[in-house]
């Protein structure tokens, strides 16, 4: 079975302009989250959407959002970049909406300059 | 202070050594506890659920003590394939969130 795949693989921006970040899921997994890492520390919970709808929100700015289609693909979206934006952004799914076990795609990495 | 926390090494040890990780947990509400396993430049890979009643697969042993919020991870007889980046995570809570640690480097050499 195919695992948690993510596109694009890397991207490179300037500052102020707009990025969308594509997702799907494990078959099966009705659940998309979305993480930020920068080097150094652990991820950091964005969003968790679950059958469609935003189920969690993490301490992000407006700038960010998210949506899950039918199928169950993800797409995250991050207006105005700023250089602090640079990351590697992870999308993980899961069965459900409760404490499952996530399990990550290899991510993108976003570099702003 | 931090939610998850863990010593972030790095531990450089010996082929055939026992490691042990430690981490402690801020929130008494978290429901579920995990191992990740994250390799340079790659995305964390889960290594183990941790359960209550402690669990062990291979050279891995978790063990959980809720009353003291305390997660800890014992290698047995390290491998070179087991150097990365361990991370201590938590969850259950409202809107699926997990909460990383910032991981513990572990280096194997020869």
């Known amino acids: 079975d195919a695992g948690v795949t993510q596109s694009p693989t890397h991207l490179i921006k300037t500052r102020g302009q707009q990025v969308t970040l594509r997702c799907s899921p494990i078959s099966g997994h009705k659940s998309v989250s979305w993480y930020q890492q920068v080097l150094g520390q652990g991820p950091q919970f964005i969003f968790q959407y679950y059958e469609k709808e935003e189920r969690g929100r993490g301490n992000f700015p407006d700038r960010f959002s998210a949506r899950q289609f039918p199928n169950y693909s993800s797409e995250l979206n991050v207006n105005a970049l700023l250089l602090g934006d640079s990351a590697l952004y992870l999308c993980?799914?899961?069965?459900?909406?409760?404490?499952?076990?996530?399990?990550f795609g290899p991510g993108t990495r976003l570099t702003v300059t | 202070r931090k939610e998850v926390e863990q010593d972030p090494g790095p531990f450089n040890v010996p082929e055939g050594a026992t490691v042990a990780f430690n981490c402690t947990y801020s929130?008494?509400?978290?429901?579920?506890f995990f191992w990740y396993r994250q390799d340079c430049r790659k995305e964390p890979k889960l290594l183990m659920s941790?359960?209550?009643s402690g669990n062990e697969d291979g050279r891995f042993t978790a063990q959980l003590n809720r009353a003291s919020q305390y997660i800890s991870l014992l290698i047995r007889d390290s491998k070179l394939s087991d150097s990365a980046t361990y991370l201590c995570?938590?969850?259950?809570?409202?809107?699926?969130?997990?909460?990383f640690g910032q991981g513990t480097e572990l280096s194997v050499k020869p």
């Open positions: 995570v938590v969850g259950g809570f409202e809107g699926g969130k997990l909460i």
């Open positions: 929130n008494s509400a978290s429901q579920s």
């Open positions: 941790v359960y209550s």
């Open positions: 993980a799914s899961s069965l459900g909406q409760g404490p499952w076990e996530q399990y």
